[in-house]
Structure formats: structure tokens, C-alpha cells
């Protein structure tokens, strides 16, 4: 099979409606008009504080990854998923797409990562949180968890320090839900994030785009059915190997990432 090489994502229409002239001109006006950033990095803070708290967490997941092919056609990578984590060492993370159906299962000493196509699983010892975790398969493993950011115990030291632009896009609805909506950006990417209003403020939406690639890819995550403390289900996070799956070596852990392997990047600016 051909490689697709795909660049990024840039948006492009056959038509242009006076409506979205007239968004286009609103949108033009946010470029002059910074957000109190006291004030977002408040909520940002508040919605980091309320995540670090939570013990128990659960919810179900629909990502996109958009990317563009060198033909400039847009491309978008859809795939639906679960997680479940108890805090601080124990996280259960589905991902069902049209290229992967994987399960990952942490039980604070023993990583597994299951392909459920190919029925075969791989296992690595390793004890610690799931902060570690996630740094220890973005960095060594080049296995990046979906929505890895708000997964840690501190969001806000993950996203915002880098920040040199705030806006302040006023509110927005996500699956019903009314929400805060703010956008970023720093040196490496532009990123937005929709935030529940309420007493519970969890990221309902969360947008994010490289600037380093040349128009550069795009990933967003919407999150849905949230759960917390007594409402998730019990786990044990441990792998029964219920379907009897074969087991291979550690250095072939199945990919929980968006792109298939017969599909390749573009350079980099």
C-alpha cells in the first residue's frame, strides 16, 4: 500500500456565505482584544484543582486528528474511547478507531497494552503514578495517551506556563453542557479549552494545534458521560486475558495513537 503523506491541516471551503464573512470580521476583532488573563488563568487554575482532586475519575471520549495531504486535502481521523483511572497509580484507557482497537490497563506495577485485532498483548513491569506513567510512554516509548494533558495531576503547570496569548471567547455549549471557552497560545502550539460551568469544572473540549509542522496538524478531544468519586465502577485495573491473546515482546506495545502506520508526517518547519 502507498504512504499518504500528510503535512497538516488547513482549512479550505468551496464557498464563502456572508454568514461566515461576518464570523470571519467578529473573529478579526479577538486579535486586538486580549482576556483578562488573571482572570483565565484563575479558572484555568480552578479547573486543575478540581481535576487533582478527584480520586475516581471517569468518562468516555470522541477525538478527531486532522492532518492534510500534500494534494491539500483535509483528512480527519475519528476514534472514540474510555478512561477510567483512580489516582495516584492506576488508569484503564480504551481507543476504537478505524486503524486500532487497543486497551491499556496500569495497576501502579504492571503495564499492559492489548490489541484487540491482532488478540495479542505486550507487558512491561513498572511501578509509580500515572504522571510517570505518562511521561515514561510519551518520552521512551513514543506511546502518547490520548488527552495525556488532562490526565496529569497539575493541568495547569502542564499547559500554562508557555503561554503568551490569552482570549477569553466568552461560552460555549458541549454536549449540553454550558462551558468557558478560552484559546492559547505559545511557541509550539495553539490550543483551546472548553471548561463545564458549575461545581464542576472538568475540560469538556480541548483543541489543540502544532505550529512547529508546517500547517501544522490538528488534534481535538470532547469528553462526555463525566463521572467522579462513588459513580465510577469499580475496578480491579488488573488483565484477565479473558480472550486468551497472545503474548509479545515489550518492544512491540500496540499504539494508542490517532495515525496508522501506513501514513507518514511531513516535514517540520
Known amino acids: 500500500m502507498n504512504k499518504t503523506d500528510f ?14 464573512l461576518a464570523l470571519t470580521v467578529l473573529l478579526g476583532t479577538f486579535g486586538e482584544v486580549k482576556a483578562d488573563e488573571a482572570d483565565a488563568k484563575r479558572m484555568m487554575k480552578a479547573m486543575s484543582d478540581y481535576m487533582a482532586g478527584q480520586k475516581a475519575i471517569s468518562f468516555a471520549y470522541d477525538s478527531i486528528f486532522e492532518v492534510v495531504t500534500k ?26 478507531g ?17 490489541g484487540k485485532n491482532a488478540n495479542s498483548y505486550a507487558q512491561m513491569d513498572f511501578t509509580g503514578s500515572i504522571d510517570q506513567l505518562i511521561d515514561e510512554l510519551k518520552n521512551k516509548h513514543d506511546r502518547p495517551l ?3 494533558d488532562l490526565l496529569m495531576t497539575d493541568i495547569y503547570g502542564q499547559l500554562m506556563p508557555d503561554v503568551t496569548d490569552t482570549k477569553d471567547l466568552g461560552s460555549g455549549v458541549i454536549g449540553g453542557i454550558e462551558c468557558d471557552h478560552f484559546a492559547f497560545r505559545n511557541k509550539e502550539v495553539d490550543w483551546q479549552i472548553w471548561i463545564a460551568q458549575g ?3 472538568y475540560p469538556a473540549r480541548y483543541v489543540i494545534k502544532s505550529v512547529k509542522v508546517a500547517d501544522g496538524p490538528s488534534y ?50
Open 146 to 148: 490520548p488527552a495525556a
Open 199 to 201: 461545581d464542576r469544572p
Open 7 to 20: 503535512k497538516s491541516l488547513k482549512m479550505r471551503g468551496p464557498c464563502v456565505s456572508v454568514a461566515v
Open 98 to 114: 478505524g486503524f486500532a482497537n487497543v486497551e491499556m490497563l496500569f495497576d501502579g506495577k504492571m503495564l499492559t497494552m492489548l
Open 71 to 96: 494534494e491539500h486535502q483535509t483528512i480527519g481521523l475519528a476514534s472514540s474511547g474510555t478512561i477510567t483511572m483512580r489516582r495516584p497509580d492506576k488508569i484503564r484507557a480504551t481507543r476504537s
Open 220 to 269: 481535538s478531544i470532547q469528553i462526555r458521560d463525566w463521572k467522579t468519586g462513588d459513580k465510577v465502577a469499580a475496578d480491579d485495573f488488573g488483565f484477565p486475558n479473558t480472550t486468551k491473546a497472545k503474548k509479545i515482546d515489550s518492544k512491540d506495545i500496540p499504539e494508542m495513537d490517532e495515525m496508522p502506520k501506513h501514513f507518514k508526517m511531513g516535514d517540520a518547519k
